[in-house]
């Protein structure tokens, strides 16, 4: 993100839905051709290898400034079936601009902003970029269309799989459809990204859970391969007091209302608070206070200095008002006698010895209490797992993080393969979108390998 | 402060700098706005019998974003009537006594058509001429400019007509459009020119239209080559300034040197070439008149800082130092060194001398992990390519290695001719 860059729009309490427009906007003509003049080309670039997809980064580059913008998009989406996504949430600092050289001699290169002006260009023009492969007899069944599985299923069909895409939501795509606030991330981008996944022959099932509407036996013995890419479940329960009151939202669920308008005007007025200080309790906040909240805060049990959201996130933040309230730890929610959220019960923590995960341990300082007095409580301590469905499959999981070959991301079950947030955690993966879709891809070239063989003919 | 005040083959200016004769020097007001802005002289729009233009005229050429890399026109002389410029003239010279008007002139290679012109135009006051020998398009078609420009026999007889009738100094304009450039400036100084000045344009057709496949510029869906210059053809305008600076044939003639010049450095390179006035058209096509300004500045304060006090301190001063290869020092000998403390790992110096040079660059990693780039200097030519791609100053320097004694080509083939004589007498 550039903030400099960002339009300076103050928040509208009339027109909501005004709030959540992209909130950079994409490169002009003439900015995308000056920035791709500056790219150095460099050989065997850093910005490369600090792509989880690998995109060939200089190439792409070097088409936009050639005026090969198909091209350029093309290079994208064959590393990334996710690049559009990606141009607008990955951590670009921490991965290809970080790595740019330009570091340490000017300005890095707005390496996302050119992958994002590429990829406009072939959403406004409809491209064709992919072709379907020829039909290799075999299928397989991926749960899930996040950016796992719809990475999988795009390499799978150009391979020339059947694919199946089971999805339990009303529409395809994943955290990026649902879950990625529309101000960095607009829906119609990720419903652009799985409309190029079905238009290689992809069947995407929406509505249609795993475990309920079909059987994981079903999907064994039905298909040739399984790739699980079911991400991760709701935000856990606080063990509070009040939890069940009106009034208090799971931030994944909160976040989630906001993507489609008509947006809610419940929050218009009202004092936010925010439990947690990861990159969904940002968003949890920034998306408050675009709903209209006119006081927002985020509660988090450690320091700015533990805090898990980028540091980027953190800016935008700040920029947008929201007040943050460190060493605080929610004890407490107080309801009206309607059973309405009316304060949260906090006690100030101070930090003691690094615990396991070598972060100092909080723990509450005597006598501290006092009530926060708000009409909403968002929780983002993180998420859950769908540990019943990993178990319904037999895999081996550690709590919830199913076990995985990092090198085939192959399960314990020969024939299942699991992709995405679903591996996260426990030292295993990264949480970003664009390691997802670089786990499912190298999840299909695992299983055309196992089922096809080496020698088979690359994808088209 | 440096004094720039020039005296070019008698012709007198403020500075050095002048407009050259172009679509900006056309009417009394450019020329009046351009002295009003620092030029310090002006060569007229070319003034010869009436002519018509076409519509469009110019096409520009981009590089890597940046337009302007180059300009090609297919616009011919002067289209407005004879007797209005020469209002103009006089007009603009009894406004700026001080500053040079200098008339360009193009007619038919017929001596009483010279001797009509020069006159006509001198009546009114100009500082000297300059003969359009160069124009290699249109005009060339009829006979005139690059076409007689490119004859010697013609440039010379065309200079003497002018100056058979001229009081003012006058200066030949040649063509680039010719083998060996040197050959017609000498016509030029047989023909009895005060000075020369280079170049004219050079063929050229700027582009094709990928989408209508018209030519870049076109007229009515038809192309016809036209004239290039800008700071793409800077390179070839300063060595033909040189070729002519450093041939003893023609005599030390004064030349003002055109071609590319858009900074006060492009005009002190082309001055230690020998250039004792330079001449600027693109530069000011692109950016407007106010250039000037910083060409002046940037000059006087290059001279200041290396203690030159007047042009005659640096005009031809890096004439000596151009010579032929066969005099050039084979024992000489660079190599390149890449400083890792200001090397911001780009590789793009590997990969240029991997695939296009000469396998010298090694991509290394140090003990603690840090990738770094080595020359392996005794496989090294030092043909300065590594430092040509790198973008960042200081990162490679070429490095003089002692390597023996002097010995060029040419001492070299005397030296054998002579044992090989030697040898023979012995035997």
Known sequence: MNFSRFENKSISLEDLE??????????????????????????????????????????????????????????????????????????????????????????????????????????????????????????????????????????????????????????????????????????????WEVEQVEKLGVEIRTNTTVGKDISVDELVSGYDAIVLAVGMSTVPMLGIEGEDAEGVFDAIDFVETTKTPPMSRDFVGRKVAVVGAGNTAIDAATCSIRLGAEDVKMIYRRT???????????????????????????????????????????????LGEPGE????????????????????????????RFVNLIE??????KWGVVEVNLDTFQTSNPKVFAAGDVIFGDGQGEAMVVTAAEQGKQAAYAIHKQLIGETESAAV | MADLRT??????????????????????????????AGWGGAVWKTLGDPILNVSSRFAGTSYNGKQVMGFNNIELISDRPLEVNLQEIYETKKKYPDHAV?????????????????????????????????????????????????????????????KEAAEVPVIVKLTPNITDITATALAAVQGGADAISM??????????????????????????????????????????????????????????????????????????????????????????????????????????????????DIVGKSVPKYSDWGDLDLNYKVVARINNDVCINCNKCHIACEDTSHQCIDMLTAEDGTDYLEVREEDCVGCNLCSIVCPVDGAIDMVEIPNGEPMT?????AAIKQTSTSATELA
């Open chain 1, 18 to 191: 005004s709030n959540f427009q992209e909130v950079e906007p994409d490169l002009t003509q003439k900015e995308a051709i000056d920035e791709s003049n500056r790219c150095l080309y460099c050989y065997d670039a850093p910005c490369i290898q600090a792509c989880p997809t690998g995109i060939d980064i200089p190439s792409f580059i070097k088409k936009i400034a050639s005026g090969n913008l198909k091209g350029s998009a093309r290079v994208i989406m064959e590393s990334n079936p996710v690049g559009a996504s990606c141009s607008r949430v990955c951590p670009v600092e921490e991965l290809c601009e970080g790595a740019c050289v330009l570091n340490d001699a000017s300005m890095p290169i707005m390496i996302g902003n050119l992958q994002r002006h590429a990829t406009n260009w072939a959403m406004k023009n409809n491209a064709e970029l992919f072709k379907q492969g020829k039909d290799n007899g075999k299928s397989v069944a991926i749960v899930g269309s996040g950016p796992a599985g719809l990475a999988s299923a795009r390499e799978l069909a150009r391979l020339g799989f059947k694919v199946t895409i089971f999805e339990a939501k009303e529409k395809a795509g994943g955290l990026d459809t649902f879950g990625i606030v529309s101000f960095r991330l607009p829906q119609e981008v990720s419903l």
């Open chain 1, 304 to 350: 700015e200095k533990e805090m898990t959201a980028y540091e980027f996130e953190y800016e935008f933040a700040k920029q947008d008002g929201i007040e943050f309230e460190w060493l605080t730890q929610p004890t407490r929610i107080v309801t009206d006698e309607k059973g309405k959220v009316t304060g949260l019960e906090c006690v100030k923590m101070e």
């Open chain 1, 357 to 384: 995960d070598g972060r100092r341990r909080p723990t509450p300082v005597e006598g501290s209490e006092f009530v926060m007095e708000v009409d909403a409580v968002i929780k983002a301590i993180g998420q859950t």
């Open chain 1, 392 to 397: 319904e499959f037999g895999l081996n999981h």
């Open chain 2, 7 to 36: 005296n070019f083959a008698g012709i007198k200016a403020p500075n050095p700098f002048w407009l050259a004769s172009a679509p900006p020097t056309n009417t009394g007001y450019q020329v009046q706005r351009a002295f009003e």
């Open chain 2, 102 to 162: 200098i008339a360009s002139l193009m007619v038919e290679p017929q001596q009483e058509k010279w001797h009509e012109i020069v006159k006509k135009v001198q009546d009114v006051g100009v500082d000297g001429f300059e003969l359009n020998f160069g124009c290699p398009h249109g005009m060339a078609e009829r006979g005139m400019g690059a076409a007689s420009g490119q004859v010697p026999e013609l440039v010379e007889k065309q200079t003497m007509w002018a």
């Open chain 2, 199 to 312: 170049i004219n344009t050079i063929n050229s057709l700027a582009g094709v239209d990928l989408d209508s496949w018209n030519t870049i510029p076109h007229v009515a869906g038809k192309g016809a080559h036209g004239g290039y210059c800008g700071p793409a053809v800077k390179p070839i305008a300063l060595n033909m300034v040189a070729e002519c600076a450093r041939d003893p044939e023609l005599n030390n003639i004064p030349i003002s040197g055109m071609g590319g010049i858009s900074t006060w450095s492009d005009a002190a390179e082309y001055m230690l070439m020998g250039a004792g006035s330079v001449q600027v058209c693109t530069a000011a096509m692109h950016h407007g008149f106010s250039i000037v300004e910083d060409m002046i500045d940037g000059l006087q304060n290059y001279m200041d800082e290396k203690k030159l006090e007047t042009l005659d």
């Open chain 2, 409 to 413: 080509w040419n001492d070299r083939q």
